[in-house]
């Protein structure tokens, strides 16, 4: 597969693949869509498909897992940007969270 094959290209040729039944040529291009593009849900979300369609239920785990493991990094990061860039708002979440309970006094 060349590497200068666009996402939008890679997606196009797994529907296509997975419109022809053709499921593990699918898979390739989906697997390769989810390198190129890590922060778009949709080649997830057609690997769980086919790999339920196939009855795979490790490789269906595995792709939930690296979703899971991508999305809370990401997810991780901009909270820590938000953090840095308004540290009153941190502190006032903070105080606010030990006031109803919801964090330790510490």
Known sequence: MNALTS???L?????EAETKENLDEAIKFYQ???KTEPSSELPYDRLMVIYRKQKNYKEELKVIDDGIKFFH???EKKQEQLAASNKKIVQ???AFMK???LKDKK
């Not at 997606?11 to 529907?15: P, V």
Request: hydrophobic share 30%.
């Open 99 to 101: 006031s109803v309970g």
């Open 73 to 75: 990094q990401q997810h």
């Open 7 to 9: 996402y939008k290209d």
């Open 11 to 15: 997606i196009k040729r797994a529907e």
């Open 92 to 94: 006032l979440s903070n």
């Open 32 to 34: 390769e869509a989810v």
